[in-house]
């Protein structure tokens, strides 16, 4: 007769494994109470194990792949290079006056932010790494990277490329580190929605997106809002590029959150080569500091510019005599003629701007006009003086001055 | 007439493996899904490892060693994520014991059957995935999207067929 245990061995082995695991499970995830966070020493050597085992291998296939696009890139596919950089240098010579509008701004800024004793961290050093393996498995998003503690790496460091930020480190191992992306679903972020400044937390999904979850509806939150971190996680620098926003729902199983999906600025799915903030201060960096003074300069020698044109300007201005100006714009003598000519010269509804409008010609004279008393050597003593002449106009009336007359007097 | 009993069929048809195929085939799976995922994010869907795991346990029809082969597979697959370790290791454990089981009374030379097998395996493997995730570790947020796990299933069945084919040659009758 079979014993119990030889009968039921299959089945045993098969209770016992998953026994097994699920206490190593149950263990697992008491231990780490933060999701995301570095496994516990039994946990990350297993890991170490496997990791070490698979790496030399990535990091092989990974070299022969970085040395075929090197080759290729750095010798044959070096056309239309020239354009390039003209167009490079062009972008360069734009950013620097741009540089220099927005440092006036920037120093204000700091000097505001000293004053009310606020503590900005800026990053100060970085470790470039490449990128050279995943998980392997689309459920979970984390990568490896070829450097590790023996570069000065530690878990909970900031991964970011120039673009947005990546993740961060979860396990270091002495030659390879893992990052946990930011649209793994254990990862997490604080942000900050640009111009609203409203203040949310960043999550992954199964799906890859990066979303925002925990924010009540909110008429000012549109699309394309750039969203940047707000440092309240301990892990990013404040201002670094997120995303932009995608689009804004109705979270249907939390309500009454939305569900604000983010586009990330970092192409989280085709990561070559990655930034690992090491250290922050609470300065800015010497090589921003030198940006910034050549941009203060830039912006010193373009308002210099300005003022020498204003003072040119002025100076030309000052040689037209103010009794010139007034002389150009009073009627001289000859100035019936010239304007009736002019006038006549001058298009229909176009009036020159500088000279003196002329008095229309009497249409009642009376011996108050000008030119309507005879001179003095033709009166006698005692004679009448004769009716004043009615003045013969030298241009015809326009229509308006025949039309206003007869308004004037109904009789007529 | 001899008659073709349970027993008799299993001696006759069980195969084992040198060591070196035995440890080197998961390894080498393991990290062609790594080098085929960081190509495309897309190539992320193939669950290489799974292929393999089914192929050493129809092919051993031991469900012991079917479970253990899985387990081990399983546990270096989850080595390399971020999750707890145990949640891939548990799902193929149970998968070689089930493939292991069904190798002995099923001819899964044929290719329809090894098709057919590759793709229910493929489903019970998300299934299982998702029951650990949602009920054992109680990930409240983890969904299963049913059409991407179908199209899963046909990826893995219309790979698993010529690693199949391919392995067929590492094999040594007993």
């Given amino acids: 007769m079979e014993s119990f245990f030889t009968r039921y061995k299959n089945v045993l082995v098969l209770v016992a494994v998953l026994l097994a695991q699920t206490i190593s499970l149950a263990v697992q995830v008491k231990r780490p109470v933060e999701a995301g966070a570095p496994d516990g020493s039994s946990v990350t050597l297993l890991r170490h194990w496997v990791v070490a085992t698979v790496t030399p291998f990535e990091s092989f296939f990974h070299g022969i792949g970085h040395s075929v696009r090197w080759g290729w890139s750095n010798y044959f596919d070096l056309r239309n290079t020239r354009q390039q950089n003209r167009e490079l240098q062009g972008e360069i010579a734009r950013l620097r006056l741009e540089q220099a509008a927005l440092a006036e701004d920037a120093i204000q800024g700091h000097r505001l932010q000293a004053l009310l004793g606020f503590q900005e961290h800026y990053v100060a050093t970085t470790v470039a790494a490449q990128v050279i393996g995943g998980s392997g498995s689309d459920t979970s998003r984390v990568l490896y990277i070829d450097k590790g503690s023996n570069d000065g790496l530690k878990p909970d460091q900031a991964v970011i490329t120039p673009d947005g930020i990546v993740g961060k480190l979860r396990d270091v191992f002495p030659r390879t580190s893992q990052v946990l992306l930011i649209n793994d679903q254990a990862s997490g972020a604080g942000v900050l929605l640009e111009t609203t400044r409203i203040r949310g937390i960043l999550r992954g999904s199964l799906a890859g997106q990066i979303q925002i979850n925990n924010l009540t509806p909110d008429s000012r939150i549109k699309p394309g809002e750039q969203v940047l971190t707000s440092g309240g996680d301990q892990v990013f620098p404040r201002g670094l590029k997120v995303g932009t926003i995608e689009s804004i729902a109705p979270d249907p199983e939390h309500q009454p959150y939305t569900l604000i999906k983010v586009k990330a600025s970092a192409n989280l799915f085709q990561l070559e080569e990655v930034l690992v903030i090491t250290g922050t201060q609470a300065e800015l960096p010497g090589e921003a500091q030198k940006d910034l003074k050549l941009a203060k300069m830039t912006a010193e020698q373009q308002a210099a510019a300005k003022a020498a044109a204003e003072e040119a300007a002025a100076e030309e201005a000052a040689r037209t005599t103010a009794a010139q100006v007034v002389a150009d714009k009073l009627p001289s003598l000859n100035d019936g003629k010239d304007a009736n000519a002019a006038a006549a010269k001058t298009p229909a509804g176009t009036a020159p701007s500088t000279a003196v409008p002329k008095p229309l010609p009497t249409l009642h004279p009376d011996r108050y006009t000008p030119g309507a008393t005879p001179p003095a050597s033709t009166l006698t003593p005692g004679g009448v003086s004769p009716a004043p002449a009615r003045v013969v106009p030298e241009q015809e009336p326009s229509a308006e001055s025949k039309v206003k007359p007869q308004a004037a007097n109904p009789d007529n | ?174």
């Avoid at chain 2, 012991?64 to 891939?88: K, R, Y």
């Avoid at chain 2, 009374?105 to 995935?129: P, Y």
């Fill in chain 2, 1 to 174: 007439m001899p008659s073709l009993s349970y027993t008799s069929r299993r001696e006759l048809e069980q195969h084992s493996f040198p060591p070196a195929v035995t440890l080197l085939v998961p390894v080498a799976a393991i990290v062609l899904q790594v080098l085929i995922s960081k190509l495309s994010w897309r190539l992320g869907i193939v669950d290489l490892p799974l292929i393999v795991a089914i192929f050493f346990a129809v092919s051993r029809r031991s469900p012991v060693a079917g479970t253990l082969t899985g387990m081990a597979i399983g546990l270096l697959q989850d080595a390399l994520t971020a999750q707890p370790i145990g949640v891939n290791g548990m799902a193929k454990s149970v998968i070689g014991y089930i493939a292991a089981s069904i190798g002995v009374q099923v001819d899964v030379e044929n290719i329809t059957t090894r098709a057919l097998m590759n793709f229910g395996f493929s489903l019970l493997n998300s299934l299982l995935l998702f029951l650990i995730n949602k009920r054992l570790l109680g990930l409240q947020d983890y969904h299963v999207l049913w059409l991407h796990e179908l199209i899963r299933a046909c990826v893995n069945t219309v790979i698993a067929l010529p690693v199949f084919m391919l392995l067929d040659h590492t094999k040594r009758a007993d």
